[in-house]
């Protein structure tokens, strides 16, 4: 049996909703947690330079943003505001707040609900509005990643549910520093993945990782290594598509019976890390 790599391991603060952001720095710091997620609606705009160095002196990093408004169109999460340039005005915004603190720092964005259905809309939209943001990104050495999500959320928070459109998207785009999303959550069902995460190579800038189980609400997922992903050859074409960043755990858990976020969410944190350790020791176990 061959040595795995080792790899860093980061959760969202999504995974920790009901937590406050300077518990979550503190938790995941004594928790021996390597990165750290921002969700920017845990940050208090006149304190967030000051909360966003505590990061640094716990001894985390910063692996991926998502900002308060992530959106391109509106969506069943963030509705508000519904005009695009004021949405992206406060994308902008983000990116000039958290940017200065991690070079090359990417922020996730999704494309929202397609407008009376209209798929195509969203895809001219993307290239013209997203080709702009990313130039913004980089003047200030950053990055946007774009995450399809799955179809279960469809037409409720995005209007692409696969890699592949996805890729069009970010080929449409055409800038260096826009690129990838990967949620296996949200992917793992997309016929051909494997050749398809490969197929990304560089484009990667985010991976995150939760679990499956049939949803009964919008925000249902599980521990990682206690759903139906199939984690391990998924993390294999990651890792051999050239990805060498953080793998973030991000649970979303609420509308439902004993919701995770109701749980002792240190527990959350050091289950899903033994689940996907043990993904990856499979993900490279050889004979």
Same mark, same amino acid.
């Given at each position: 049996m061959?040595?795995?790599?080792?790899?860093?391991?980061?959760?969202?603060?999504?995974t920790?909703?009901?937590?406050?952001?300077?518990?979550?720095?503190?938790?995941?710091?004594? *928790?021996g947690?390597?990165?750290?997620?921002?969700?920017?609606?845990?940050?208090?705009?006149?304190r967030?330079?000051?909360?966003?160095? *505590?990061?640094?002196q716990?001894?985390l990093v910063?692996?991926? +943003?998502?900002?308060? +408004?992530?959106?391109?169109?509106?969506?069943?999460?963030?509705?508000?505001?519904?005009?695009?340039?004021?949405?992206?005005?406060?994308?902008?915004?983000t990116?000039?707040?958290?940017?200065?603190?991690?070079?090359?720092?990417?922020?996730?964005?999704?494309?929202?609900?397609?407008?009376?259905?209209n798929?195509?809309? +969203?895809?001219?939209?993307?290239?013209?509005?997203?080709?702009?943001?990313?130039?913004?990104?980089?003047?200030?050495?950053?990055?946007?990643?774009?995450?399809?999500l799955?179809?279960?959320?469809?037409?409720?928070?995005?209007?692409?549910?696969?890699?592949?459109?996805?890729?069009?998207?970010?080929?449409?785009?055409?800038?260096?520093?826009f690129?990838?999303?990967?949620?296996?959550?949200?992917?793992?069902?997309?016929?051909?993945?494997?050749?398809?995460?490969?197929?990304?190579?560089?484009?990667?800038?985010?991976?995150?990782?939760?679990?499956?189980?049939?949803?009964?609400?919008?925000?249902d997922?599980?521990?990682?290594?206690?759903?139906?992903?199939?984690?391990?050859?998924?993390?294999?074409?990651?890792?051999?598509?050239?990805?060498?960043?953080?793998?973030? +755990?991000?649970?979303?858990?609420?509308?439902?019976?004993?919701?995770l976020?109701?749980?002792?969410l240190?527990?959350?944190?050091?289950?899903?890390?033994?689940g996907?350790?043990?993904?990856?020791?499979?993900?490279?176990?050889?004979g």
């Amino acid at each position: 049996m061959t040595e795995a790599p080792s790899f860093p391991f980061g959760v969202s603060e999504f995974t920790t909703q009901p937590w406050a952001f300077e518990q979550d720095v503190e938790t995941y710091a004594r *928790l021996g947690v390597d990165t750290i997620e921002v969700c920017e609606a845990k940050l208090d705009d006149p304190r967030a330079a000051e909360q966003l160095a *505590l990061v640094a002196q716990h001894g985390l990093v910063i692996s991926s +943003v998502q900002p308060a +408004v992530r959106t391109l169109f509106p969506s069943l999460s963030q509705p508000e505001p519904k005009d695009i340039p004021v949405r992206m005005a406060h994308f902008r915004h983000t990116i000039e707040l958290v940017a200065p603190f991690v070079p090359h720092l990417p922020f996730v964005t999704n494309t929202g609900i397609p407008p009376n259905g209209n798929m195509q809309e +969203v895809f001219d939209t993307a290239a013209k509005e997203y080709r702009a943001l990313a130039d913004v990104a980089q003047e200030h050495g950053a990055r946007i990643a774009l995450e399809p999500l799955n179809a279960s959320i469809m037409n409720e928070e995005s209007a692409i549910w696969t890699l592949e459109q996805a890729m069009r998207i970010v080929a449409s785009v055409d800038r260096a520093n826009f690129g990838i999303c990967l949620d296996a959550w949200n992917i793992w069902q997309n016929a051909g993945i494997e050749e398809g995460i490969r197929s990304c190579g560089d484009r990667i800038f985010v991976v995150q990782v939760s679990e499956w189980r049939t949803p009964r609400s919008f925000q249902d997922r599980l521990i990682v290594g206690q759903g139906e992903i199939p984690l391990a050859p998924l993390l294999r074409a990651v890792h051999e598509g050239g990805y060498s960043g953080a793998y973030s +755990v991000e649970i979303f858990s609420s509308g439902v019976p004993e919701p995770l976020w109701s749980a002792d969410l240190e527990w959350v944190i050091t289950e899903s890390r033994a689940g996907l350790e043990r993904a990856w020791r499979e993900a490279f176990a050889v004979g």
